[in-house]
């Protein structure tokens, strides 16, 4: 729930979630709370669903910050806990965290390379200040917990299929999923391990509402956010993967004042992205993730949704 501000909500739905029978709970961190302080509040009022950041920026904390907090929800949760990572964005590193946003991919592989070995109770592999004595944590050690990363470009989702347990794309086109897969195969094969790929998490926008017309104008809003709002990367990948005459018809259609419109001609983006319609309708679009190679579609949800919103969209969606 990116844009959500309401702590005693954001808890309160893994709580929900963890009792309707969902898999997981996946937070992710922009500008708002701490998500690992939240998911350890959250961790202490669940018993069985598994719980993890949906994602966190590598820029946000250290490799050491990270593997402290992974132990720690790990430990909090009884095992259950994923740590998610990626590149984020350039507003976020830049404009919030003040870090330079420079060469994001080798940032991200160095974080899960020093991660993982402080996880497995080693000594930190020291890229930076390598005249200091590397150190380990204090605790035991905790190399089960999975690594998940989101990524969309081509070399980010090959590297995924090296280093990662879990792969999750966002803003990607559910046609796409299987050449992404086939990436992924790709980096599986260049780490020395073809047979093993990560697991498939899409991050998929989901907006159920009772009649077709309004869980439309949910969607559309979606969509129209993620490529006015939130700078190029969104905008450019969707260009690469053939959707660029629908891009041109959204950012037309938001100019010069954001409307949070998808017009007709730009439909497929609906289709493609998000997870939509009336409880019916939504089940069978969420049916062709599965059947696109997906293990398991994480469900993005809206912001500010009212409590009976929030109620009707994960009972509406709810595993079976």
């Known amino acids: ?13 893994a709580v929900a979630a963890d009792r309707l029978g969902y898999d997981g709970y996946y937070l992710p961190e922009t500008w708002a709370y701490d998500t690992t302080i939240v998911l350890a509040e959250a961790a202490l009022k669940t018993g069985r669903i598994r719980l993890g950041t949906g994602i966190l920026g590598v820029w946000n904390r250290s490799a050491g910050t990270l593997a402290m907090a992974a132990s720690t929800l790990a430990s909090l949760s009884g095992g259950r806990f994923t740590l998610g990572l990626g590149v984020s964005t350039p507003q976020l590193a830049e404009g919030l965290h003040d870090v ?20 497995r109770g080693e000594r930190i592999p ?50 796409c999923l299987r050449q992404g897969i086939e990436q992924l195969r790709e980096g599986a094969a260049r780490g020395g391990h073809p047979d093993r790929l990560p697991s498939v998490c899409p991050s998929v926008p989901a907006v159920v ?11 559309a809003w979606f969509v129209a956010f993620y490529l006015v709002n939130m700078g190029t990367l969104y905008r450019q990948s969707l260009v690469r993967q ?3 005459k629908e891009v041109e018809a959204v950012l037309a259609a938001n100019a010069p004042k954001f409307t949070g419109a998808v017009p007709p001609d730009a439909d497929a983006l609906l289709e493609e992205l998000i997870v939509f319609g009336t409880p019916a309708e939504a089940r069978v679009r969420l049916a062709r993730w599965h ?12 912001p500010q949704m009212a409590p ?3 109620d009707f969209t994960l009972k509406a969606l709810r595993p079976t």
């Open 1 to 13: 729930m990116p844009l959500e501000n309401r702590r005693d909500v954001l808890v309160s739905t």
């Open 209 to 219: 509402a009772p009649d077709a017309a309004t869980a439309r104008e949910g969607a």
């Open 126 to 175: 020291l890229a930076v200040a390598t005249s200091a004595r590397p150190l380990k944590l204090n605790v035991a050690p905790s190399p089960e917990i999975p690594i998940y990363v989101a990524a969309i470009g081509e070399q980010s989702v090959r590297m995924t299929g090296e280093l990662a347990d879990g792969w999750v794309p966002f803003i990607y086109p559910r046609s």
């Open 100 to 119: 330079k946003f420079e060469l994001p991919l080798g940032r991200l592989r160095r974080t899960i390379g020093q991660v993982r070995a402080l996880l």
């Open 242 to 244: 053939g959707f660029g």
């Open 308 to 310: 009976q919103e929030l």
């Open 291 to 302: 059947a696109a190679g997906a293990e398991m579609p994480v469900l993005l949800l809206r």
